[in-house]
């Protein structure tokens, strides 16, 4: 674990990440097995109205206003492989505001570039009292990663408290690349709060 007396590492969060076991809390209609064979999703609630979520999740929007969602952040925008085909017309029959980030998951992606823009869109459906699924294709790197970055910039958190309070409810797993930035960007924000 990273001290107040060192920077922050990339290894300190990816220990972070392996050492805290998810619990599972099931959502609105997964405690009913039906419900869960016809929605056929995959989201968890990491942070009072912020869900994190996978492809699953993002498609299904009567399950989405069901539960209450009025933002979606899809950290995975494209059609190739491994990315999240919607856009904000996907979304308009049913009002949900929407953004989205065209990255890759891989170590080498700058998603360092979007956690300003990404976390001011949290924060915008969460003060005004909405709920925002922040998904990608499978629902553990790139939307894990902005989901920290939102903690760390918008509730003062850590980094190593931020990965720790997502990987509580989810079983996150930002890769090498992501953890390496998201360590940068506690090192900026603990000099400039004056704590490193």
Partial sequence: MASSRRPTTAQDLLRTVQSIEPEY???P???NKE?????GLCMDECYPGLYIGDIGAAKNKEYLKMVGVTHVLNTAQGN???????EADYYN???IRYKGLKLLDVPSANIAQHFEDGANFIEEALSNGGKVLVHCFMGISRSATIAC????LKRNMGAIEAISTLRKNRAIYPNDGFLSQLADLDNRLRSERGTL
């Fill in 80 to 86: 190739k492989f491994a990315m999240v085909d919607t």
């Fill in 149 to 152: 970055a939102f903690l760390m």
């Fill in 29 to 31: 209609g997964y405690e």
């Fill in 93 to 95: 029959d049913v009002g």
């Fill in 25 to 27: 809390k099931p959502l």
């Fill in 35 to 39: 419900m869960m064979t016809r929605f």
